[in-house]
């Protein structure tokens, strides 16, 4: 908490910096969700968030959010204040801005290390009046960059879906083509944010854009949105010749989105990628990355180009984002989600998995041998014996089989196969127990032997004159007959197994308390007079 509390600090002046920073802006970007580098969780600034959205003039007004996410260092930042700039001109057809005018806004700098951590909106959310006359707020939010060496996977997913669960439309960056990694990427990190939704049955996102930056084949396909309707409609095609996975990939990216789109855009130029001082100016910037801006930026935010935020199906008002941001934050702080994996993670967990499930097998296949569905009854030490060698025989094939994840990884799920194999011994001993002719005797022998002593023991204190006793004793005859034929009935019919198993657990327990103690006496008391007897003939 020490370290979060500094973290909010940092932010704050950098807020203040960045205030001084932008003359020409209205607002300055504020740190929403907060990353804890410590134990990689986040935490919602609530105050920040209602310092923004609960503003009186937009609090009760319908929400667009728009959402930058993806890799980190591809310019997700860098874009964003070309949407401030396009917003703060109210879409003119001069919005670029002069040729020497400085980029400003969302704090962003060249290099090759992270920059953005968190979420971050934009303070002062812009007011647009859609075609209907009605008046919406803008919201701008610029993400943590994925895959930096800072980051878990988890840290990549939390973010990436708690700003696609909140946005109207989340731009994907990418950088120079749409690989199969970035689908696999956008399947976890969606599906992560779609198991925090409670309602999954309907569409759980909205618009989500692919922006190919750098793209680099434009005699394939032409910068823009037709060309990248066109390179979309390829890569998200299922085809009979794919491989399953690849088809479940494609079949959920459609499946969590109302509509997706794409948009291919230029390199920026040299000056930008490799000036250590580059400021955004736009005497810098490539003419073609210029004018592909000029298409993208109102594709996405002029008035009739925008979504209004919504959450199974009714429309989202700044004051209702701000409980929705409280809940989804929530829900990944808690335990209620899985934890996501990494490939390599998930690819080791299945290949111990299936070595386990190997090793297993081979283990039931011996035991089936020597005490299966057709094997003779067998003396449960021998049972017990054969059951340790095929034990230490199974955990060896599985130690032998090669692993990922090492050594350390690996014994977590050889506990696993241990513990499997010792509940399947103990199936098999029930198997061979039913299979002892003297057990399967059990509960009519002990019913039948309540009846005879009942008998005797009722017509005795008759005879005594203790009628009481006697009732007693016939009732319980009674009850015990009745016990054997519902008995006899059950493992003839098969049904009505439940009272079986009753009335078995019953004559087991007089079994365990009254005939096999009797018997021990009785047995005793018979050694114990044929040993005396022996004494007495030899003095």
């Known amino acids: 908490m020490e370290e979060l509390s500094n973290r909010k600090q940092m932010d704050s002046a950098e807020e203040n910096m960045s205030a001084e920073d932008t003359p020409g802006l209205n607002g300055r970007p504020i740190p929403v969700v907060l990353a804890n580098s410590d134990d990689h969780t986040f935490e919602l600034d609530e105050d920040a968030l209602r310092s923004v959205l609960l ?11 728009v959402s930058v996410a993806g890799a980190f260092r591809k310019g997700k930042s860098f874009l964003l204040n070309f949407f401030l700039r396009y917003l703060k001109s109210k879409g003119q057809d001069e919005w670029l801005g002069q040729e020497d005018q400085q980029l400003e806004g969302f704090s962003w700098r060249g290099g090759s290390e992270r920059h953005t951590t968190g979420i971050l909106i934009w303070s002062d959310p812009f007011v647009v009046t859609l075609p209907n006359g009605e008046e919406v707020a803008i919201v701008l939010l610029d993400t943590q960059g994925a895959f930096d060496s800072q980051s878990t996977v988890k840290d990549c997913a939390t973010v990436f879906a708690l700003s696609t669960m909140t946005s109207s439309v989340q731009v994907y960056n990418l950088t120079q083509n749409i690989q199969e990694d970035d689908l696999q990427h956008l399947q976890l990190f969606t599906e992560y944010g779609r198991l925090a939704l409670e309602d999954t049955n309907s569409t759980p996102f909205q618009v989500l854009e692919f922006l190919v930056r750098d793209w680099s084949y434009p005699y394939e396909a032409d910068y823009g949105t037709d060309g990248g309707s066109f390179i979309l409609e390829r890569r998200l095609q299922i085809a009979d010749r794919q491989h399953e996975e690849l088809q479940n990939v494609r079949r959920h990216i459609k499946k969590c989105f109302e509509k997706t789109g794409c948009f291919l855009m230029p390199h920026p130029g040299m000056k930008v990628a ?18 592909q801006l000029k298409i993208l930026v109102p594709r996405l935010l002029e008035p009739t180009n925008l979504v209004v935020k919504k959450i199974n199906g009714a429309d989202v008002t700044a004051r209702e984002l701000v409980e929705y941001f409280k809940a989804y934050v929530n829900v990944f702080k808690s335990d209620e989600l899985p934890q996501p994996k990494s490939m390599l993670q998930a690819t080791a967990e299945a290949n111990n998995l299936a070595a386990v499930a190997t090793a297993k097998a081979l283990y039931q296949a011996e035991m089936e041998k020597i005490c299966g569905g057709n094997q003779p009854y067998l003396n449960p030490d021998e049972l017990e014996s054969h059951h340790q060698r095929f034990k230490e025989n199974c955990l060896e ?3 032998e089989k090669k692993k990922m994840g090492g050594e350390e990884f690996s014994s977590v799920y050889a506990e ?12 098999f001993c029930e198997q061979n127990d039913s299979k002892n002719i003297f057990r399967a005797a059990q509960t009519p022998a002990t019913l039948f032997a309540v009846m005879v002593v009942s008998y005797v023991l009722s017509g005795f204190f008759a005879l005594l004159g203790m009628y009481t006793i006697a009732n007693i004793l016939t009732a319980l005859l009674w009850a015990s007959l009745v016990s054997l034929c519902t008995w006899s009935y059950i493992r003839y019919s098969g049904q009505y197994r439940e009272v079986g198993i009753y009335i078995d657990v019953g004559a087991d327990f ?5 005939v096999s103690q009797a018997y021990m006496k009785v047995v005793q008391k018979g050694v114990e007079h044929s040993m005396a007897n022996n004494r007495k003939k030899k003095n």
């Open 416 to 427: 696993q196969l241990d513990k499997e194999v010792e509940e399947a011994f103990e199936h």
């Open 274 to 291: 490799t000036n250590p001082v580059f400021d955004g100016r736009l005497k810098d910037i490539e003419s073609d990355f210029k004018e």
């Open 55 to 65: 503003k009186e003039h937009i609090q009760d007004k319908k929400v667009v959010v």
């Open 510 to 514: 007089i079994w365990e308390t009254v």
């Open 397 to 399: 094939i599985f130690h």
